[in-house]
């Protein structure tokens, strides 16, 4: 189901606030706890006042009703909508870096800890860019940023109407597309990953549409030796992404 609120309206947490803070991004307003402080937060008010933003004390009562994710720390920042980019972006960007094309294409993920989880990892292993559909996945929310750590500000994010046109299109524009599939006959790390590539990972319960999986090059499987037979995708999602890292460094 679409989440009817599709954009970033607050971010929650100190890390999460500092992250924004020193990537230059546009903040309305920051409210902080009343009170002694300690630690981190007095860093934020420093950098707030630095940077000319409106900065708000109001009781931890006010802060727990607006909080999204349960966990503010005693910081909630105002944000404008999160700028979703378009695909040819990406291609740009790792063009612009010389780079072969590394993208992630998530079919599906409706956990915003998954979506949370799987952009920090992204960021840290040098995806180029991510791709999203707009129905029946969730969006970049208060509680992605907050999992990412941040990681979203320096994430380049395509929200687009169609996954199997998408991947239609990186294919015309030379990029192999590999789906991650229990029924793959390819273990991923057989799997060359070193010219331009997107890794495929389906949502949370149901794995890639079949439409997806028919569009992918080839499918590769993670293999299982234990009792339980399907990984976490954010689990899943890492050990392809960083298969990607390790051949890409040799």
Request: proline share 2%; glycine share 6%.
């Amino acid at each position: 189901m679409e989440d009817k609120q599709d954009i970033v309206d607050q971010i929650e947490g100190r890390n999460s606030v500092l992250e924004l803070l020193e990537s230059d991004k546009d903040i309305n307003k920051i409210f902080v706890q009343k009170g002694e402080k300690h630690g981190s937060i007095n860093k934020i008010i420093s950098m707030a006042k630095e940077k000319k933003v409106v900065l708000v004390e109001v009781d931890k009562q006010k802060l727990n009703i607006m909080s999204k994710t349960e966990n503010h720390q005693g910081v909630i920042a105002i944000v404008p909508p999160f700028n979703y980019c378009e695909v040819d972006d990406i291609l740009n960007f790792a063009k612009a870096k010389k780079e072969a094309l590394f993208i992630l294409i998530l079919d599906g993920i409706e956990d915003p800890h998954n979506l949370g989880s799987i952009i920090r990892t992204a960021e840290t292993a040098g995806v180029h860019g991510i791709i999203i559909p707009k129905r029946r996945a969730c969006n970049v929310n208060s509680t992605v940023y907050k999992i990412s750590s941040g990681a979203v500000e320096h994430m380049l994010i395509a929200r687009v109407n169609n996954i199997t046109d998408t991947i239609k299109y990186l294919k015309e524009n030379d990029v192999w597309i590999y789906g991650t599939d229990m029924e793959g006959e390819t273990l991923y790390y057989n799997q060359d990953y070193k010219s331009a590539c997107g890794i495929v990972i389906g949502s949370e319960g149901f794995g890639m549409s079949r439409l997806v999986k028919e569009n992918c090059d080839v499918l590769v499987k993670i293999p299982m030796k234990g009792k339980i037979t399907s990984l976490n995708a954010s689990v899943s999602a890492g050990i392809a992404m960083y298969e990607v890292v390790k051949q890409r460094l040799n």
